[in-house]
């Protein structure tokens, strides 16, 4: 089992940054690849980005591509989410997951282990 925490969620205005973690403690082998989802109310959930934590290819969605960066520490038992120059569509629940192997990072249905969300809200 991996267990997954979100936090540093918040309200911030149109053009801020803002630093996510994701502590993950439990099994560590069995997730060679962690990820960032989110969900916008009404929505479904998107991918963000993603990292193979032995291979250090790192994916993000075009949507945030050059405003977001995946990090993390040495044992990659925290993986940090750093958005800069964040939207208001950028609003939603930011969600932490953990995989063994996805055939495609951004496929949902691969990630086994999720955390329980942490919320953003940037106002216009």
């Known amino acids: 089992q991996v267990r997954l925490v979100e936090s540093g969620g918040g309200l911030v205005q149109d053009g801020d940054s803002l630093r996510l973690s994701c502590t993950a403690s439990?099994?560590?082998?069995?997730?060679?690849?962690m990820a960032w989802f989110r969900q916008a109310p009404g929505k479904e959930r998107e991918y963000v980005g993603a990292i193979n934590i032995r291979g250090g290819n790192i994916n993000y969605a075009d949507s945030v591509k050059g405003r977001f960066t995946i990090s993390g520490d040495n044992a990659w038992n925290t993986m940090y989410l750093q958005m800069d120059s964040l939207k208001p569509e950028d609003t939603a629940t930011y969600y932490c997951a953990a995989a063994l192997n996805p055939p495609n990072f951004t496929w949902i249905k691969a990630y086994g282990y999720w955390g329980q969300g942490t919320q953003v809200t940037v106002s216009s």
């Open positions: 439990g099994r560590t082998f069995t997730r060679n690849v």
